[in-house]
C-alpha cells in the first residue's frame, strides 16, 4: 500500500511507480528481505529507499523544556526535533559512489520523512564530520564495507547499531565474488545477532545466478524475496566497424586506425563515455583524442582510479551538468554514479564479459524510458565477432554468474580481530555467527581452531613475539584486544583490498596529480618523461614515496602501467563467440560485424577450419623456429596459460622437450625447437584425469611456489602479519615484500602446516589459474571433436599468437619490421589485393599500446618508441594547451 504523502511525491515528479517498485515496498512493509535485480537507470535505489521510509520513518519524536513551577508568564518554547538514530545502513562498493547516493536519498526526505537525517562515512569524510558522526551517527548512513567493519571495531558498537532495521547493500554483483564481499557476511552476521528482525535488501543489475546470490547475501538457511525489476528499456549493442578488416590481424592492431571513427562519433553525441580496460588505455586514447581534435580541450576529460580525488570529483560534476562532450574512463565510472547527460557509450576493445558490457550501457540513458545505447571498438579483427555474441547472449539472457570465495582465512583472522576490538566474543558463540554465512558454513573444526590460535599467539613460529599476541581471553573467558598500539594498528589496516604499493605524483611547489604504482616509477631516472593525468611530465625527483614532477613537451613519453587491470575472456562471451563461428561455417554471414570479418573468416577456413561447438581445432606448422602447435580451445587468457603449460609438461614426460609459450583469450601456441608429430601426441596429452592427478599436474607444470609466495604476499596485508604503516609512515613496496617474503620462509620452515600457506595455493589454482575453468575446458575438449590441420604458413587464427611470442622477446622496432614483412607475404599467398602497411606503420600501432586479444598487453614502451602512445610527431606542434582537467 503507498502512502499519500508518497503518492503526493510521484505527483510531484509526475513519475508513476514501476510494479516491481511497488512489490520491493510491500516486501519491506512486511519485514522480508531479499534481492532486487533490475536493469540499470530502472529505479533500484528509490524502489528499495522508499519502502524504507514508508515502513520505517516514525512520527518525529520531540524534546519540549521542562515549564517552570513558577506561574509567571513565558512565550512558549519552541519543540525541537531529534532524528532518529542509525535505522537504516546503506553499503556501497566504492566510496566515490558515497556522495552521489547520499545526494538520490536525501531527495524525497523533505516531503516524506523530514524527521530523518543522512549522511555518508567513508576514507573521504573529513574529520570534522567524522568526529560529530562519532557523537552521533545520522538516521541513515552510506558507508562503505571498510567503514562499516571500522564502525564494528568501537567499543560500544552494539549500542551504536542498537537500532537498526535495514541493510542495503547497493551493487551486490560487485562485491559478491571477492573477499570484500566475504567481509560483507561477516558483518551482516554479527548485525544479525544484534538485532534478529534486521532486513537486508541487496541489489544488482547484471547477475546471472540470482537464487544463489540471494542466498549468499541473506545466509544459506534466510527466507528471501526475489524481485526481478522488468522495466521496457531499449538497449542498443553495436559495433563500430573499420573500413576494411585485416585478414591478419595483431593484437591491437586495429586501434590506432579507428580514431577518426571514434572522433567522429563523440562529436554526433552530446556527451559520451569512452571506456578502456586499463587505466594506461585510458591515458593513451585521451591524448590521442586531444591530438585529433585540439580544440576540444577543456571539453573532455580522463577518469580513472590513479587520479586524484578531486580531479576525479571535477569531472563526475561537469558530466552530470553536461559540460564535458567526452570522458575517457576505465572501470572508475562502472558503477552507480548516475550521469544523466551521458547519451551513448563507447566501449574500445573487448568488454571481456556480458555483465561488463551491461553495466557500462547502462552508463547511458540512465533513467527510466532511456535507452542505453553502447557501441564496441574492435581493437583486434577478430574482436568484431564478440560484439555478435555478446549481442546474442544478451537476447538469451546468458550473463556470468559469480560466486563467493570459501573460507578464505585471512578475512576470518582479521575478523576476529575486528569482533574482539567491538566488546570481545566467546569462542562457540561466535563460530555458531560465522556459520551462518555462505562463506564460511562448512567451517571445519581444525580451521577454527588454527584462527584462533593465529590471532591469540599468531601460532606455534611467532609464539614468542608479542605483536601477534592480538586477541586474547579474559578472566570470564571474552576474547579481547589488550594492547592499545595493536588496536590502533588493526584499525588503520582494516579492509581486503590489495594493491601494489602507490607513489604520489606531484608538482614541484603544487598540487597533488595523483598516484602511480612505485614499480613504474622505480625503473625511472630524472629527466625522464611519462604521460600521466593527459600530461606530459618530467620526472624531477623521488623522495618521501612521492615523484616530484615538472611539465614537458617535446619528448618521448613512458605511460605508466598498473597491474590488476587484464580481464580475462568470459566463459559466457567466449562461449558465444564460438557459437558465432560456427554460424560463419554454416554460410551463414548475418551480422554486420561477421559481413565485415569475412574476408578473414573465409581464409581461416580455407587454409584451415573454424572452430565450431562441436569441434576442437588444432593446427601444426613447421617453420624455422620449430614446431609449432595452436590450439583454439576459446576459454579465457588465465585457462590458456594454464592449459599450455599443463599440455607442454605431459609432452615432456615422454621425451625431455623445451617449449615456447604464447596465449591469448583465444588458443595458445606451444613452440618446440626438436620435431614432435602432434596429430600423434597430441590426443595423448588431452586425455582426461583424475581431478587429484589433474591439480598435481597443474602444479608440478609451473613454477607453484613462485607464484602461490606472490599471492601470500596478499594474505599477509589481509590477515594482519604485516601492515602497510600509519598515516605520514607509508611503507614502500619492497618492504612490504620483504617482510611477506620472511613470514613465507620462517613458516615453510618451522610451520609448515600453517593454513596460511595452503590458502596462498588454493587461491593460486581458484584465481590465478583458474581451476575449475581449466578442468571444465578439459572435459568438454575431450567431448569435442579434434580436428587437426596440418599448414604451409600461419592462419589468421595462428598470427596474432606468433606476434604475442615476438613482442615478448622483440623490442618494438624488430617487432614492426617482422609484422610487415610477415603480413606481406600472407597476403600475397591469400591472393587478395588488400594493402597492407609499412614498417613505421605498423610501429605507430604496436606504440599506441592497445590490449591484446586477451586483455594481456598495456602499453609497453621501449627505448627510442615513436611518440609511445601519442599522434604521430608532424603533430606535436599542434599540440593545444591541455585544459582537461581542472587547474593544479
Request: charged share 20%.
Amino acid at each position: 500500500m503507498t502512502s499519500r504523502a508518497l503518492q503526493q511525491w510521484f505527483k510531484q515528479k509526475a513519475w508513476n511507480p514501476f510494479p516491481f517498485q511497488q512489490a520491493v515496498w510491500r516486501a519491506i512493509a512486511a519485514g522480508e528481505s531479499g534481492l532486487l535485480h533490475a536493469t540499470t537507470g530502472a529505479g533500484k535505489t528509490y524502489a528499495v529507499w522508499l519502502g524504507a521510509l514508508q515502513a520505517l520513518a516514525q512520527a518525529p519524536k520531540t524534546s519540549k523544556p521542562k515549564v517552570p513551577a513558577a506561574p509567571a508568564p513565558r512565550a512558549r518554547s519552541a519543540t525541537k526535533t531529534v532524528a532518529p538514530p542509525l535505522t537504516v545502513l546503506w553499503l556501497t562498493p566504492m566510496r566515490a559512489l558515497a556522495a552521489d547516493t547520499l545526494r538520490a536519498l536525501q531527495q524525497p526526505l523533505e516531503t516524506l520523512a523530514p524527521h530523518w537525517s543522512a549522511g555518508a562515512r567513508s576514507g573521504d569524510t573529513s574529520s570534522g564530520e567524522r568526529s560529530a558522526q562519532n557523537a552521533r551517527l545520522p538516521t541513515a548512513l552510506v558507508t562503505t564495507p571498510e567503514s562499516l567493519s571500522l564502525l564494528l571495531a568501537r567499543a560500544d558498537a552494539q549500542d551504536v547499531f542498537r537500532h537498526l532495521k535495514l541493510v542495503v547493500v547497493d551493487e551486490w554483483h560487485e562485491l559478491l565474488g571477492n573477499k570484500r564481499g566475504v567481509q560483507v557476511q561477516l558483518a551482516l552476521a554479527r548485525l544479525r545477532l544484534w538485532n534478529p528482525s534486521l532486513m537486508t535488501w541487496g541489489m544488482s543489475a547484471t547477475l546471472g545466478n540470482l537464487d544463489e546470490a540471494m542466498r549468499t547475501l541473506l545466509g544459506p538457511e534466510a527466507p528471501g524475496t526475489l524481485v526481478q525489476g522488468e522495466v521496457p528499456k531499449q538497449l542498443v549493442v553495436d559495433s563500430l566497424l573499420p573500413g576494411r578488416a585485416e585478414r591478419f590481424p595483431w593484437g591491437g592492431h586495429l586501434g590506432i586506425t579507428m580514431l577518426p571513427q571514434v572522433v567522429a562519433e563523440i562529436a554526433s553525441s552530446s556527451t559520451t563515455l569512452v571506456f578502456t580496460n586499463t587505466r594506461s588505455q585510458a591515458e593513451i586514447w585521451y591524448q590521442a583524442i586531444l591530438e585529433a581534435k585540439p580544440e576540444w580541450a577543456g571539453l573532455i576529460a580522463l577518469h580513472h582510479g590513479s587520479l586524484d580525488r578531486a580531479v576525479r570529483e571535477w569531472v563526475e560534476l561537469g558530466l552530470k551538468k553536461g559540460e564535458l562532450r567526452a570522458v575517457v574512463c576505465t572501470s572508475s565510472l562502472d558503477l552507480g554514479v548516475d550521469f544523466l547527460p551521458v547519451e551513448r557509450v563507447l566501449q574500445i576493445g573487448s568488454p571481456k564479459g556480458v555483465a561488463r558490457l551491461l553495466q557500462r550501457a547502462g552508463r547511458s540513458g540512465h533513467a527510466p524510458g532511456r535507452p542505453s545505447r553502447i557501441t564496441l571498438v574492435p581493437t583486434h579483427s577478430i574482436e568484431m565477432v564478440e560484439g555478435a555474441a555478446a549481442r546474442a547472449a544478451i537476447a538469451a539472457g546468458h550473463i556470468e554468474a559469480r560466486r563467493t570465495p570459501q573460507q578464505p582465512l585471512d578475512v576470518l583472522v582479521q575478523h576476529l580481530v575486528t569482533v574482539a576490538l567491538g566488546g570481545g566474543f566467546v569462542p562457540e558463540a561466535l563460530r555458531a555467527e560465522v556459520q551462518r554465512t555462505a562463506a564460511y558454513a562448512h567451517l571445519s573444526d581444525e580451521n577454527w581452531q588454527w584462527c584462533l590460535d593465529f590471532v591469540r599467539q599468531g601460532g606455534p613460529s611467532l609464539a614468542a613475539y608479542p605483536d601477534y599476541r592480538r586477541v586474547v581471553p579474559d578472566d570470564e573467558g571474552v576474547w579481547r584486544v589488550p594492547d592499545a598500539r595493536l588496536a590502533r594498528r588493526h584499525r588503520m589496516n582494516i579492509g581486503t583490498i590489495v594493491s601494489d604499493a602507490s607513489m604520489s605524483v606531484q608538482f614541484v611547489g603544487g598540487a597533488r596529480i595523483g598516484s602511480v604504482e612505485e614499480g613504474f616509477v622505480a625503473r625511472m631516472r630524472p629527466g625522464d618523461c611519462f604521460l600521466f593525468g593527459g600530461r606530459m611530465l618530467e620526472l624531477v625527483r623521488i623522495h618521501d614515496m612521492t615523484a616530484w614532477v615538472r611539465r614537458a613537451s617535446g619528448a618521448k613519453p613512458a605511460v605508466p602501467r598498473w597491474n590488476g587491470g587484464r580481464f580475462p575472456l568470459s566463459t559466457t562471451l567466449a562461449d558465444a563467440v564460438v557459437q558465432q563461428l560456427g554460424e560463419a561455417s554454416a554460410g551463414r554471414w548475418e551480422s554486420p560485424e561477421l559481413q565485415c570479418v569475412r574476408p578473414l573468416l573465409e581464409i581461416q577456413q580455407r587454409w584451415s577450419a573454424l572452430p565450431t561447438p562441436d569441434t576442437l581445432l588444432a593446427e601444426a606448422l613447421h617453420t624455422r623456429e620449430g614446431w609449432h602447435l595452436f590450439l583454439y580451445p576459446f576459454a579465457g587468457r588465465s585457462v590458456h596459460l594454464g592449459l599450455a603449460n599443463l599440455l607442454g609438461w605431459r609432452a615432456a614426460q615422454q621425451a625431455p622437450r623445451t617449449f615456447s609459450i604464447a596465449v591469448n583469450d583465444y588458443g595458445f601456441e606451444l613452440l618446440s625447437a626438436t620435431e614432435l608429430d602432434w596429430p600423434t601426441l597430441l590426443p595423448q596429452v588431452l586425455a582426461p584425469r583424475e581431478p587429484a592427478e589433474l591439480l598435481h599436474e597443474v602444479l608440478a607444470s609451473l613454477n607453484a611456489s613462485e607464484l602461490a609466495q606472490r599471492r601470500f604476499r596478499e594474505i599477509a596485508r589481509v590477515s594482519g602479519l604485516i601492515y602497510q604503516g600509519y598515516p605520514g609512515e607509508r611503507r614502500s613496496n619492497k618492504q612490504l615484500q620483504a617482510s611477506s617474503s620472511l613470514f613465507w620462509e620462517v613458516f615453510r620452515k618451522y610451520d609448515p602446516a600453517n593454513r596460511l600457506l595452503a590458502q596462498a595455493e588454493a587461491e593460486l589454482l581458484a584465481q590465478e589459474l583458474e581451476i575449475g575453468r581449466l578442468a571444465a575446458s578439459l572435459a568438454r575438449m575431450a567431448g569435442q571433436r579434434l580436428e587437426m590441420q596440418a599448414l604451409a604458413r600461419p592462419t589468421p587464427f595462428a598470427f596474432p599468437l606468433m606476434v604475442e611470442r615476438f613482442r615478448e622477446k622483440l623490442s618494438n622496432e624488430s617487432v614492426a619490421d617482422r609484422i610487415a614483412r610477415m603480413v606481406a607475404q600472407l597476403e600475397k599467398a591469400a591472393g587478395g589485393a588488400v594493402p597492407v602497411g609499412d614498417a613505421t606503420q605498423v610501429r605507430e600501432t604496436l606504440a599506441f599500446g592497445q590490449e591484446a586479444p586477451g586483455g594481456t598487453r598495456a602499453a609497453k614502451p621501449q627505448e627510442g618508441d615513436s611518440e609511445a602512445g601519442n599522434a604521430p610527431r608532424d603533430r606535436r606542434r599542434r599540440r593545444p594547451p591541455s585544459r582537461p582537467l581542472p587547474p593544479l
